[in-house]
């Protein structure tokens, strides 16, 4: 195995410490909340109907009620969790680590035996596979086309399965090397049920290399770095990433209902409010070049195409509609006359000279300017992070319902039926 591979690996499994837990049961938290409010959306119904009609065994529970097999069901838990674009991100990975992993973590541990503890433990490893894998991938990889969440997912997902199956070393290499040739994802699919799915791929595969692996399953071990391997294939950079400390402590959480690429922007107009939209003659976002090809789209049709237009999102904000609200990013918003007209004040540029989590905005009025700013990589403490997540969860789904998943993730109990008990 290449020795890039043997730093994600080593990183990725090494003990962690009661604070970094701490932030995947905030994921976990997170992950739950999401899957659970994203269960009715098509994409989630779909695959969900489609294993379930498949039959088999009742190894692991869906989001909606029942069970199913464990690789079906981390494929439809993977797409109805993504359904609503509400998940974690991690910017350096370029992708979601929760959506891909944490439904491999739940299935094959629940069809063995095991508990909450167990299952953290393993999602939190291939949560830090993941986000070193899309390192790895880095941003030729993404810009070519490929969906790092789906891709670098998948062989976290792996990581995570595999650790809940085996402690044999050569079974993981073997598993990964399987998930290679699996391994798969779009951005083209962005803004359509496929870029949900494309996590619920990363999920099921995951599960599949790594139950193939576990039967002795064999495959090139120069499937991911030698000759016309996953790294040479997928233009990827190959660059080795930062092998010190745990980088799930730099996961970003949502707090708005639409890409990671538009918090920024969201963030900076809220610091401008009370702002009369009424007066908004223009509006000038600059953003990180790699945004303009993920969340642009200019004159968005479609609620699910909404969560991925700077310009759609301002005007909604300036409107004084909640972004936090799923019910904002409506067909029927995309055809308001005032939503239209707002949109069209609307200018997105690139600008090379801001990171990834930036945004910059001068908004003309017929009072005069305003300029605002906001950068996502702004620390968040322990306490903050926790307070709106809560709210979030509470506003999903309604206190009651909220409290009972917080506390089946944070409760003293062990067993993971905590879990799959609040999932239906």
């Given at each position: 195995?290449?020795?890039?591979i ?29 899957g ?18 498949e ?7 869906f989001?909606g ?32 680590p ?6 491999a ?15 953290l ?11 070193r894998?899309?390192?790895?991938f ?10 790092q ?20 070393p ?7 090397a ?38 002795g ?21 190959g ?13 970003s ?14 963030e ?23 945004w ?26 300036l ?16 055809d ?8 069209e004040k ?37 306490s ?6 809560r ?5 999903l789904?309604?206190?009651a ?24």
């Amino acid at each position: 195995m290449a020795e890039v591979i043997e730093q994600v690996l080593r990183a990725a499994l090494a003990d962690p410490p009661e604070a970094v837990l701490d932030i995947m049961r905030l994921s976990l938290a997170d992950w739950l909340a999401v899957g659970v409010a994203g269960q009715g959306e098509a994409v989630a119904r779909i695959t969900r109907d489609m294993v379930q009609a498949e039959g088999g065994a009742q190894q692991a529970t869906f989001f909606g009620g029942g069970r199913g097999p464990a690789r079906g069901v981390a494929l439809a838990n993977g797409a109805a969790s993504h359904a609503l674009d509400l998940d974690d991100t991690h910017f350096a990975h370029i992708g979601h680590p929760s959506v891909a992993v944490i439904p491999a973590a739940l299935a094959v541990a629940e069809q063995q035996g095991l508990g909450k503890a167990e299952m953290l433990r393993a999602a939190l490893a291939g949560c830090e596979a993941s986000i070193r894998f899309g390192i790895v991938f880095g941003r030729g990889h993404y810009q070519i086309g490929f969906h790092q969440t789906a891709t670098a997912g998948a062989f976290g997902a792996t990581v995570a399965a595999t650790m809940l199956l085996s402690d044999n070393p050569d079974v993981m290499e073997r598993a990964l090397a399987i998930v290679s040739t699996r391994a798969s994802g779009l951005k083209s699919q962005f803004g359509t049920m496929g870029k949900p799915y494309n996590a619920g791929l990363a999920a099921a595969n995951g599960v599949e290399a790594a139950y193939l692996a576990q039967r002795g399953f064999t495959s090139s071990r120069d499937a991911i770095d030698g000759p016309s391997g996953f790294l040479e294939t997928h233009h990827c950079d190959g660059q080795a990433p930062d092998t010190s400390g745990f980088l799930m402590e730099s996961v970003s959480h949502k707090f708005h209902a639409c890409c990671h690429g538009l918090h920024a922007t969201l963030e900076a107009l809220h610091s401008l409010k009370p702002l009369d939209a009424a007066t908004v003659k223009s509006v000038h976002i600059q953003t990180h070049p790699r945004w303009m090809s993920v969340c642009n789209k200019t004159s968005p049709a479609t609620g699910l195409e909404a969560k991925f237009s700077y310009r759609m999102v301002t005007a909604l904000s300036l409107l004084g509609y909640d972004t936090a609200d799923l019910n904002s990013f409506s067909d029927a918003l995309c055809d308001h006359p005032d939503v239209i007209a707002l949109r069209e004040k609307v200018e997105v540029v690139a600008e090379d000279a801001l990171c990834e989590t930036e945004a910059r905005l001068l908004i003309e009025t017929t009072d005069g300017s305003l300029i605002a700013a906001y950068d996502l990589a702004k620390p968040i403490g322990p306490s903050e992070r926790s307070l709106r997540l809560r709210a979030k969860i509470d506003a999903l789904l309604g206190e009651a319902r909220g409290e009972m998943i917080w506390d089946a993730v944070h409760g003293a109990g062990g067993a993971l039926e905590d879990i799959t008990s609040r999932m239906g």
